[in-house]
Nanobody, 116 residues
């Protein structure tokens, strides 16, 4: 059984920084695209950033220039470096990984709160 464990959430001030980590564990042969999603109260879960197995990133427009997604394939871990945080970034953040034939998995969710 594969699971994703997230860490690094918390409360920061407007303009601050935070780094989220998500490590996959279990029987893993290959991880395709990994990503981060977020869900604010009253909103649908939205895509924040994705990164392919060879390191090609994509971002939602609202975080471009502020967030950086990266991955360490040797550690089966994806990161999200968040800089210049805004109150609008407040949400529960979920990591996601595509394991191909083994399917998709989600992290448990991390609360990120940015005070104004």
């Amino acid at each position: 059984q594969v699971q994703l464990v997230e860490s690094g959430g918390g409360l920061v001030q407007n303009g601050g920084s935070l780094r989220l980590s998500c490590a996959a564990s279990g029987t893993i042969f290959f991880i395709y695209t990994m990503g981060w999603y977020r869900q604010a109260p009253g909103n649908q879960r939205e895509l924040v950033a994705t990164i392919t197995s060879d390191g090609s990133p994509n971002y939602v427009d609202s975080v471009k220039g502020r967030f950086t997604i990266s991955r360490d394939n040797a550690k089966d871990t994806v990161y999200l470096q968040m800089n210049s945080l805004k109150p609008e970034d407040t949400a529960v953040y979920y990591c996601n990984a595509d394991f191909g034939p083994m399917g998709l998995e989600w992290g448990q969710g991390l609360q990120v709160t940015v005070s104004s």
